[in-house]
């Protein structure tokens, strides 16, 4: 009698500590990670997978569900490498583990800067300089034509030096809203 008492109580503890471990992490829960290393639009893949840690215990009901340092990952839902005269980088993630729990969770997005002011910069700039040149040289006639020539060395100059990719530094903290927990 003494061994089943025993044996059922070891059985209770054992389902109570399944039971804790398998709390799961409701909807609505906010969780802040720390990225683990760089992404880039340049470099990112949809369906790349990356590690990190979570910046702050996750408490649900007033118990820490997990801890600050416990390990989460995550996916690339979508990346985009920028063009070089238009259209930045752009990188969508989602969290889809959390101490080893998987999850649902939103998005994360980030977009590389806008190319407008770089371009102008460079283009204005060449133009002006094309012109300014050209009048020196050439006169009215020459100012025109030195224009024209500038406006090409500066658009080429943009289109070289211009990718505006979205990165996330290895080390930013982000937080995710969970939707579901699987």
């Known amino acids: 009698m003494r061994i089943q008492k025993s044996l059922v109580l070891t059985m209770l503890v054992l389902c109570f500590a399944l039971l804790v471990n398998a709390a799961s992490i409701p909807a609505g829960t906010r969780v802040t990670v720390r990225l683990g290393s760089t992404i880039s639009s340049a470099t990112a893949h949809a369906g790349q997978t990356w590690q990190g840690t979570l910046a702050k215990d996750v408490v649900v009901n007033g118990a820490t569900v997990a801890k600050a340092g416990s390990e989460v990952s995550g996916k690339v839902t979508s990346a985009k490498s ?6 930045p980088g752009q990188l969508a993630l989602r969290l889809t583990s ?8 939103s998005g994360y997005y980030r977009k590389g800067k806008s190319h ?5 910069t460079k283009i204005g700039g060449g133009t002006a300089a094309g012109a300014l040149i050209g009048g020196l040289a050439g006169g009215g006639k020459g100012a025109a034509i030195g224009a024209a020539a500038g406006a090409g060395a500066g658009t080429g100059l943009a289109a070289a030096t211009g990718k505006q990719e979205a ?7 982000m937080t995710f809203t969970i939707t579901a927990g699987k």
């Open 82 to 87: 920028s063009g070089r005269l238009h259209a």
């Open 116 to 120: 407008t002011k770089s371009n102008v």
């Open 167 to 173: 990165v996330i530094p290895a080390e930013s903290v």
């Open 98 to 105: 959390v101490s080893g729990q998987p999850v649902s969770s």
